[in-house]
């Protein structure tokens, strides 16, 4: 079974600029959710969708958004980036919204604001 | 305040030598502790999930305790091999209004040299 894929793997953007990031989940699992990953802070949550709905959504600005097909497959869209956007965005996927669930991670996108 | 604190913040050890890392946190309510290990420029992998019930879980060189009372858990690594170096990741999973939410520590960095 192919595991969680994300793409593109890096993006180099300017500030101002607006990027998307697609996300694949493992097939059969409807449980999607995004996560930014910095060396100073770690693992953020960002938000989870579940079924095109999005479940629960993290302290992030409004820039930050998301949205599930009916495919499963999911897409983040950052507006108006920043320099500190600078970071690895993880996408996991689970079967279902289970907290004992494990959460499948892909390689993540690099991405890099200048 | 939810929070995982995670120590040593990094680590290197001699190929061969066991290791143990800390996870010490102040999540309530709790509902499990993972452990991932996430290799540079992946995303993370799931090592062990305990419940409140578990208090230790082997996954091959990999054990994982959990002392639910103090709120601690330590991640032992036995006769450690250098594919060992990477980042390991502490998870709390909290119940809440909206299902779970998950309260990640920082990591810690391990190096295990020749």
């Known amino acids: 079974k192919a595991g969680v894929t994300q793409t593109p793997r890096y993006l180099i953007k300017t500030r101002g600029q607006q990027v998307t990031l697609s996300c694949s989940p493992i097939?059969?699992?409807?449980?999607v959710s995004w996560y930014q990953q910095t060396p100073g802070q770690g693992l953020q949550f960002l938000f989870e969708?579940?079924?095109?709905?999005?479940?629960n959504k993290g302290n992030f600005p409004g820039r930050f958004s998301g949205r599930q097909f009916s495919n499963s497959r999911s897409e983040m869209n950052v507006s108006t980036l920043e320099l500190g956007d600078s970071a690895l965005y993880l996408c996991a996927s689970s079967w279902v919204r289970d907290r004992n669930n494990e959460q499948f991670f892909g390689p993540g996108t690099r991405l890099t604001v200048l | 305040k939810n929070q995982v604190e995670q120590s040593p913040q990094s680590l290197i050890i001699l190929e061969g030598k066991n290791c143990t890392l800390q996870?010490?946190?102040?999540?309530?309510?709790?509902?499990?502790l993972r452990w991932y290990k996430q290799d540079t420029g992946r995303g993370p992998v799931s090592l062990t999930i305990m419940t409140f019930s578990e208090n230790t879980k082997s996954n091959r060189r990999y054990t994982a305790t959990l002392d639910a009372d103090t709120k601690q858990s330590s991640l032992h690594i036995t006769a450690s091999q250098l594919s060992d170096s990477a980042s390991y990741i502490c998870v709390v999973s909290a119940n809440s209004n909206s299902g779970y939410a998950l309260n990640f520590g920082k990591g810690t960095s391990l190096l295990v040299t020749p």
């Open positions: 996870c010490n946190y102040t999540v309530s309510p709790f509902s499990n």
């Open positions: 969708y579940f079924s095109e709905t999005q479940r």
């Open positions: 097939s059969g699992h409807r449980s």
